[in-house]
């Protein structure tokens, strides 16, 4: 059962994010997780080893981030990391 729900849960995210994609033309990741096997799944921003990677991929990749109101929120790499040490380099 649980594994036929995580399934589920994630074609709907591929689906979603395949719509995101098409729609905007942007690389997207998205971190997902939960505490336990009954609870909702969470999105959350990346952590600084997965922010070090995306910024290969350029300021315009889009991520998710943590908010309070547990909704979807979209950041660019630029945004979400305004002062990256790439710049020293620009």
Known sequence: MLLMLLQ???WRLVQF???INATQGKHIQVCVVRE???VEFMLLTPCGDCQE???YW???VKVTVT???KGVIF???R???PYHWYKAYD
């Open 58 to 60: 350029g300021e315009d």
């Open 67 to 69: 908010n309070s109101n």
């Open 17 to 19: 994010l395949r719509h």
């Open 75 to 77: 950041k660019t790499s």
């Open 8 to 10: 589920n849960y994630v």
């Open 79 to 81: 945004e979400f990391q």
């Open 53 to 55: 990677r995306l910024f």
């Open 36 to 38: 336990e096997e009954n």
